[in-house]
């Protein structure tokens, strides 16, 4: 899984993949923008950007959770956007993760159907 915590982490992926562009708004958005607006943002406190890769679909997400999966997220709510779910979990009410999960076949249809489930219409 890949972490996004401000503009530099871009850095970590490649503009050509798919979920660059909806990555580098969710950076822009919440880790860049909302700053200007004389909020200090902490990932520590406020949480991050994960874009979810194929290793990530059996295996606990221990850059958050010491024994949870994707399958164990409570999900607030899920959008669908240019071939990816974009997912966000409330951790408590200053603390959010936000998923961008690739609709790929490596996608379980397990999650899939979670995420389905949780789609905004």
């Not at 530099?8 to 919440?30: C, F, G």
């Not at 991050?48 to 290793?55: A, D, Q, T």
């Not at 409570?74 to 961008?100: C, P, R, S, T």
């Not at 249809?109 to 389905?116: A, F, Q, S, T, V």
């Amino acid at each position: 899984m890949l972490t996004f915590k401000s503009l530099s982490d871009l850095s970590k992926l490649d503009p050509q993949n798919p979920a660059y562009p909806i990555i580098k708004d969710l950076v822009q958005r919440l880790c860049v923008d909302i700053p200007k607006e004389h909020f200090k943002y902490d990932p520590e406190a406020d949480g991050w950007i994960n874009l979810v890769e194929p290793i990530d679909m059996d295996r606990v997400i221990t850059e958050i959770w010491d024994n949870s999966t994707l399958l164990d997220v409570q999900w607030e709510g899920v959008m669908y956007q240019d071939d990816h779910y974009i997912g966000i979990f409330l951790a408590d009410n200053e603390k959010g993760f936000v998923f961008v999960i690739p609709d790929q076949d490596w996608l379980t249809d397990e999650l899939r159907d979670i995420l389905e489930e949780h789609l905004d219409p």
